[in-house]
């Protein structure tokens, strides 16, 4: 992705602006925080904006959007109806458990019992208006320091598992519960249209490619090992230079199943102790690698170095993560393909300050958080310590040595 042109070319297309306006505008614009609908007008000594006549012509344009934000700011206040609509929703099915942070669907499949939700995949994206200009600056920055110093910078985003299994399992509550979450998504879908090198999405269908019997553990947010495989895939398409074949190929070649993992974090939030186990997959003897410690930083930061390079690959990458890919360790999936290699969790983000500059940035993260690590967030629970973490990663990005 290194050009020598910092900035990337954004699509110059009607059916970018049209998406802009039809998903963001026409759903999404009256979604504002703040003050009741009028009180700036009126602090102002002005009469409310009126909403413009919109035709397909002026749809397209971009001066319509800013129009109809202004009208909207001036006229409605619909986000905390919204809210109160994911919450009383998710309330109304409280009863089900003992915690409301915990959301009750169908049984997918026969003997693995009711599937869990956590309630924070519909409410946490309710928390703040994402500023758009904000996110393609911080896009924009990272892409100029990446190519200043010759490096790669890529963003890998997973799937929460409302979108692989949402729709089937919490039938008629499904709208309601994703008010939030799947306008928040769409913006995410509109960044990545913008800025096509440097997002990339992992989809449902690849989860569902990879761990069709059982994508997610029953009673918890993580995703199995199997289905991590979808994020491997594009990390060893991305930055090893594999195609997609050759990447899945790699997965089947290099992985074995080895043992098992119980989960149920949900579980135990709902007041139960009950845990299911998934299938470990792991690096084959041959493929192993050992990770290695270095007192200076975070015992979750660590180096490797594998043998079993890819010809090819890029001779070295970060690897910067939540949870989220943590919990299956998706680095041992695809880390025997680098030569070096080095793993930061978000929460050690400052250790970016010290670790060893590599060729390339792999940036993985849940959809849920996505758009709140962009903006350097603290407003959700497992963002709190990651004040500042953006700046952190650009002036990553542009060290040398």
Known sequence: MSSENPKPKRPKTDWGNFAVFVVITGLFSTWFWGSPAGALARLEFRQPVELPAITPESALEVETFEQIEAWAKDNVRVKPDAIRLVNDTVAAYFPTASNPKVIYGAEWKPGRGRELFSSAEFTDVCRSEPDMELMRNTLDRLTAAAAETGKEVYFVVAPSKYRVLGKELLGNR?????????????????????????????????????????????????WTPKAA?????????????????????????????????????????????????????????????????????????FTWNSKKAVPGADESITILHDSFVLVPRATTHFGSAFSFGVDVHWNNHKDLENVPVTKTLIIESVDRTFLSHLASATNLEDLATQKDSMEYVIRYLARTS
Not at 230 to 242: G, T
Not at 248 to 273: H, I, N, P, W, Y
């Open 174 to 222: 499904f709208d309601a519960l994703t008010y939030c979450a799947l306008r928040n998504y769409a913006i995410t879908a509109q960044l990545a249209a913008e800025y096509p090198d440097l997002i990339h999405l992992v989809t449902p269908k690849r989860v569902m490619y990879y761990a069709s019997d059982s994508p997610y553990w029953v009673g918890d947010t993580h």
């Open 229 to 301: 495989r979808a994020l491997s895939e594009i990390v060893l398409m991305k930055a090893a230079n594999l195609s997609r074949p050759a990447a899945t190929k790699f997965l089947f070649d290099r992985l074995e199943v080895k043992g098992t993992k119980a989960m149920g974090g949900l579980f135990r939030l709902a007041g139960s102790k009950k845990t299911t186990e998934e299938t470990l997959l792991k690096p084959k003897k041959q493929f192993v690698f050992k990770m290695k410690r270095n007192p200076l930083f975070d015992p979750q930061t």
